[in-house]
């Protein structure tokens, strides 16, 4: 299965009953696919093709708060269409999942795969949760639901799977029962709209009430953290569970930190025997960020790479690494941090790239020197 | 858990709009035939019919838009100024 | 369905409780009432932002009896698709019962930001009464221009009176294919209520729009609101009539118009088309409604309900 065609089998499981979705590349094949599962009736729930992703989300925030499993999927502009609405679905405290399959934003228009979509929302409030390949969209997307509904939680998940490497690359899913994943996620009562218990959703708030709504977001979202363990941990399948970050080759002294499908690249060159002096931290979950684990994680280090698919033009430090940065200096680690800016627009790291850059970070880490470096991979114009 | 959801239907009845009246409608009771036009005109509502059938204003919740006296059929409600 | 013919048989269930903030005599509020009283249970409304929903959901209080919900400024229409789909396929697991699903919507969230929403709606095909109470203006921010101002009317964005027509908004609707596109007033409750009733038993998307007149915006003392909404149907400015599958019945005909000066007279916005140098947007102003008249005239008479 192709990361689109695992999106779209992992919510047909789930049994979702609403699901409001506007194409968008390289979305589309998930939409397609739930149509497909719908019209043919393995899939019980309402899809409605709303005229467009602001639509979308807005017609599943009210589905969600009709008390309906929700679910939709977009890319890109279509996320940025819906950005208003994303910070109204995680106030409004709907469980909607989300698969966000990650492409560049305009201008100028490029339809291939980068994070800059999913980080130009990312005080949403919503959780965001990355998966490297197929297998793990669709083990990711099921423990979302569980997540999501999560009395303790009542937030909007994201998964986002890189767009073309990850959302159409294939490899074989490991997929469990139907009866399994049912089972796995239980109904759970909330607060809906109901003219025999009427209520007010959405009021407004003035300034005397706002400030504590959004702390109280904040607090909630920090919190989910422990509640992904917990839901993770009931998951069938144990190689499937959802973890906030995954080490390999732990002794090695450079720790490189990613997210996403170029994760898969990053191993296979530190596999080589070559670079077994890096070790790689596979970050999973964004929002809320995992300070603790990744410090741990990191902080024998003798330098620090973390690698972004997407820029903060005009800022110190572009999304992962403002987090990392920021993480470590409140653990008063002192590491020398490399941030990599890389594959923006769809353009792949090859292997060879990634083995050029991890010398580069070798003689960077090995020169002392700088505590801040920042490094472009694959940029092909002048100066840096 | 602090969300922004009143379960409270209708409770903004607790709040009185008394003070935003300048003038106050009072229905003549021997002209009034209780035929619920002044009912139905209301904004708010701060009218109703109470348990002899008679209809009466809601002073906590009137804000003396004067539509009941204009509307009345009868010219059975006058608006009255609010003493200080 | 129940047909309504005296104000007792609306009496007793309100759906919006006072201690609302509106303005005093606000004409939405009085629309919005009789709409509620008439509404069949059990219904969830769905409001964009804008007056009345401002006025009738400052937390912690709520105004509304009702099930309700608000999400943004453009999208009710959308919302609304969404609970109503929803309701669906809940009742199709048997997780829930369907309930019916009504929009409140002013003519900013109609007819210009909400437009793009309430035309996917209608196109597909749900099962929702789109109610818009038309204070032409969007009105909870002070008073400025929306695609329902009417030609020559003062607001803040148009200081010198709007220069374009008011979008024809029942004739775009009854393009769609919609089975019952209505338009109401306030001051005729038993035809507002009865058109609610009527729409409500209808499959699929149904529309009423309602003139609810502003003392606010359109400048006349609080007391004349009744007055000013039913001036705008005796002068032919807002025709009282319900499209049925295309099909036109005029339920208010208007044989002896009153001059249209009576109704510009009694609100300030107008003030300025009253005077002698502004004589021809007054003319322009007065074609406009004749012409839409003869219209829906012509169209009761070659598609007749």
Not at chain 3, 47 to 74: D, I, N
Request: proline share 6%; hydrophobic share 40%.
């Amino acid at each position: 299965m192709t990361g689109n065609d695992a999106a779209a089998y992992a919510v047909k499981q789930s049994d979702v009953d609403f699901i409001s979705a506007y194409p968008i590349t390289p979305q589309t094949i998930i939409v397609e696919r739930l149509s497909e599962y719908v019209a043919s009736g393995e899939l019980h729930a309402e899809f409605v093709a709303t005229e467009s992703e602001h639509s979308a989300l807005s017609a599943c925030v009210g589905a969600s708060l009709a008390g309906a499993r929700a679910f939709t999927s977009t890319s890109s502009q279509g996320l940025a269409l819906m950005h208003e609405i994303l910070y109204v679905a995680s106030g409004l405290r709907c469980p909607i999942v989300m698969a966000i399959v990650n492409r560049a934003l305009s201008a100028p228009l490029n339809i291939h795969g980068d994070h800059s979509d999913v980080m130009g929302s990312r005080d949403a409030g919503w959780i965001q949760i990355f998966a490297e390949n197929p297998q793990e969209v669709y083990h990711y997307l099921i423990q979302s639901f569980r997540l999501a509904e999560h009395p303790d939680v009542l937030l909007p998940v994201g998964v986002n799977l890189d767009g073309f490497t990850v959302s159409h690359s294939s490899e074989p899913v490991e997929v469990l029962e139907d009866s399994v994943v049912k089972e796995y996620l239980p109904r759970n009562e909330r607060p809906r709209l109901d003219y025999y218990s009427p209520a007010t959703f959405g009021a407004f708030a003035l300034p005397t009430h706002y400030f504590e709504f959004k702390v109280e977001q904040d607090k909630t979202l920090r919190k989910a953290g422990e509640v992904l363990d917990e839901v993770a941990a009931h998951y069938p399948s144990p190689e499937g569970r959802l973890r906030k970050i995954d080490k390999f080759n732990e002794d090695g002294r450079i720790a490189v930190i990613i997210m996403g499908g170029t994760t898969g690249t990053l191993r296979y060159a530190i596999k080589s025997l070559r670079f077994r002096d890096f070790s790689l931290i596979s970050l999973k979950l964004f929002s809320p960020f995992p300070s603790r684990e990744l410090v741990e994680a990191v902080s024998d280090a003798d330098a620090v790479v973390v690698m972004d698919r997407s820029m903060s033009p005009g800022a110190p430090l572009h999304p992962l690494a403002s987090n990392v940065a920021t993480s470590l200096y409140e653990a008063g680690v002192s590491v020398n941090l490399i941030s990599v800016v890389y594959g923006l627009g769809g353009r792949e790291p090859t292997i060879k790239m990634v083995l050029e850059m991890f010398e580069k970070v070798r003689e960077i880490a090995r020169g002392g020197g700088k505590r801040l470096s920042r490094l472009f991979l694959g940029y092909q114009g002048d100066g840096l | 858990m602090l969300i922004p959801i009143v379960f409270e239907a209708g409770n903004s009845a607790q709040r009185s709009m008394a003070n935003w009246r300048s003038n106050k409608p009072i229905i003549e009771r021997n002209q009034c035939t209780n035929c619920l036009i002044c009912w139905i005109f209301c904004p708010e509502p701060a009218i109703f019919m109470d348990e002899s059938g008679n209809v009466q204003i809601d002073y906590e919740h009137c804000k003396g838009c004067g539509i009941c006296a204009e509307e009345c059929p009868r010219k059975a409600i006058k608006m009255v100024m609010e003493s200080v | 369905m129940m047909q309504v013919s005296k104000l007792t048989d609306l009496y007793g269930r309100e759906g919006l409780s006072p201690g609302h903030t509106a303005c005093q005599g606000c004409g939405a509020t009085i629309a919005v009432r009789q709409v509620l009283l008439a509404a069949e249970p059990p219904y969830i409304v769905v409001s964009p932002t804008g007056c009345l929903e401002v006025v009738s959901s400052q937390y912690p209080y709520t105004s509304w009896r009702v099930p309700w919900v608000h999400v943004a400024f453009e999208n009710a229409a959308a919302v609304a698709s969404g609970v109503e789909a929803a309701l669906r396929a809940l009742e199709k697991k048997g997780l829930g019962k369907r309930q019916k699903v009504i929009v409140i919507a002013g003519d900013g969230g109609t007819f210009d930001i909400g437009f793009q929403a309430l035309s996917g709606a209608f196109e597909r095909g749900h099962n929702l009464l789109y109610i818009c109470y038309d204070n032409e203006a969007y009105m909870n921010t002070g008073i400025q221009r929306s695609a329902a101002t009417p030609l020559g009317a003062t607001t803040t964005t148009t200081p010198t009176g709007k220069l374009e027509m008011k979008k024809d908004i029942t004739s775009i609707l009854v393009a769609h294919g919609s089975p019952y596109v209505a338009t109401a007033s306030p001051h005729l409750w038993k035809d507002l209520a009865n058109k609610v009733r009527k729409a409500q038993s209808k499959e699929g998307p149904t529309f009423l729009h309602i003139v609810a007149p502003c003392p606010r915006g359109w400048y006349f003392d609080s007391h004349l609101t009744i007055k000013v909404a039913k001036l705008a149907v005796e002068t032919r400015i807002f025709p009282i009539y319900e499209v049925e599958h295309g099909r036109y019945r005029i339920n208010y005909p208007v044989p002896r118009p009153r001059p249209i000066e009576e109704y510009l007279k009694l609100q300030n916005r107008f003030a300025h088309l009253l005077k002698p140098e502004n004589a021809h947007i007054l003319e322009a102003f007065k074609q406009w409604v004749e012409s839409r008249w003869n219209h829906l005239l012509k169209m009761a008479e070659a598609f007749p309900l």
